[in-house]
């Protein structure tokens, strides 16, 4: 019933490309696009002052009022229809594409002030609604359309107003995260170019961050593949026909980096049958430096990823490694809505040649079993654990609970460079103090970072001349002996506990923070959360607390 209605209603709209996508992220409870940079950042207490100014009652009137409806959607089409204000100029009618234009304009307003502005745009949409429009309104802008509409109603919606194969909008879903390119791409019957193939790189499905094994099965509640965590470089490997190329986790071509690869790849054999010169497939794993039995500090191998050629002699200097972990196409088909049960099960018939191998993982809920493995991990020198729920689908781009990394408590953070400062004495004329920032997803925003520490130790003067050099070419703004610097340099910072502080707007301090990497294989949407400092910190609280 409700489909049909959808339907009907985006029927209605098919031919108007500008007003498709947005009316799909409403229904989807979206404002805007999975990823955009747009947040409305608009706080109950703002829309409440604005109410109570439009139907001129005072802030406790409103909130009464408030309580009798229980709902913020209501209270609007309340307030609305005892409009006081009046609008100079003529009402102007609201279409989709005005109210998300105005709408980006609140996203937009940022800064010192810019809550009195996005007061003002919010009260002008307001004064511009009927009772009814202002509910919705309200309604979508808190997230709260509660009409029984899933995004999983809204792709079937769109599979069937536009003919498509619902298996293929879902998988576009999949690739691209985002509903309103994927009702555009259904529209002009080009779904098919966001579909998954080979030699096109898909992003990377990412993991969520554990403290220790009995959280881990307390949360899961059922057996998990738990699996080495490599410390190394990210990459995909795509093969088609003879052709072998390899992916970074930024999604840009890496194979010159690797030779060792794209021309061991070649020779894979699949257990089972004869000849796999034919067949196409997309590898997910981590390449990493090995010999002897032992991995090597992952930034030997990033050094390649800056050479133009490669010489034997760096090539023998570190032997690599590609351990394989998932595979999102084969043979012509996509996995990525299979189970990684299943798709292991496919990796686990393929035969590969040195230096490819597949991780080392086994299934179990036992959390003396998850410590042993833990410890195995870390004795042979790789970073922890990775465990993984069975049952869960491939989701390229996403952070979820599918995956979660158990690393060693109180270890390290990944967090972006904010602010940079000249140093002293030897290290005059030199960006050598760094302060750095995590985001907070409460709000699910990479624009809302906050930092969290400051550190001067961990590079080496090399690090840190080009280190300077890549800060000042990324200035926001110039004070003399500190400039603000877009937040693009991802460091990884150890430290030996976290404590509350009011020196950082994050609420807490890192203590004796000391870089262990720059991590240019990261961006800013892969730096760790406030979320998670905070896990961490009430963890350790709870451990010495103990
Ligand atoms: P982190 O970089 O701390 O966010 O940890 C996540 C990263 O661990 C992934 O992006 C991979 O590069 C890496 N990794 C290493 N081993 C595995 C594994 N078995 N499964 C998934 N990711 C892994």
Sequence with gaps: MKINILSDYLYSLSDDEESLPIAVLFFAGRIFPQGSKFVMNLGYSTIIQVLSEIATLDSNQIQKIYLEHGDMGALSEYAVSKKNVVSLFQRER????SIYGRLKEIADTIGSGSGKEKKSILKGLLVDSSPQEAKYLIKIINREMRIGLTEGLVETAISKVFHQDLKDVRESMLVSGDISKVVLLAKRNLLHTSLIKPLTPISYMLADVMFSAEEIINYYQKPLICEFKYDGIRAQMHKSGQQIRIFSRKLSEITNAFPELANGGVNLKLLSSTLFSDIDFILDGEVIAFQNGKPLHFQELQKRLHKKNLTEKIMTETPLLYVVFDIMYFNGESLIKKSIRERKEILSNISFKDPIINSIYKLTNSEEEIIAM?????????????????????????????????KKELDTIDAVIVIAEYGHGKRAGVLSDYTFAVRDVENNSVSNLRTIGKAYSGLTDDEILETTKKLQSIIIKDEGTRITVRPEI?????????????????????????????????????????QNVKRIYQKQVHIMGR
């Design 374 to 406: 833990f410890e195995k991990s870390r004795g042979i020198g790789h970073e922890g654990l990775v465990l993984k729920d069975p049952d869960s689908q491939y989701h390229p781009g996403k952070r979820g609970r599918y995956w979660v990394k158990l």
């Design 94 to 97: 609201l279409t989709l594409s």
């Design 490 to 530: 991802i460091l990884e910072v150890a430290f030996d506990s976290i404590q509350k502080s009011n020196r950082h707007d994050s609420g807490f301090a890192l203590r004796f923070p000391r870089i262990k990497n720059i991590r240019v294989d990261k961006n800013v949407s892969d730096i760790d959360s406030l």
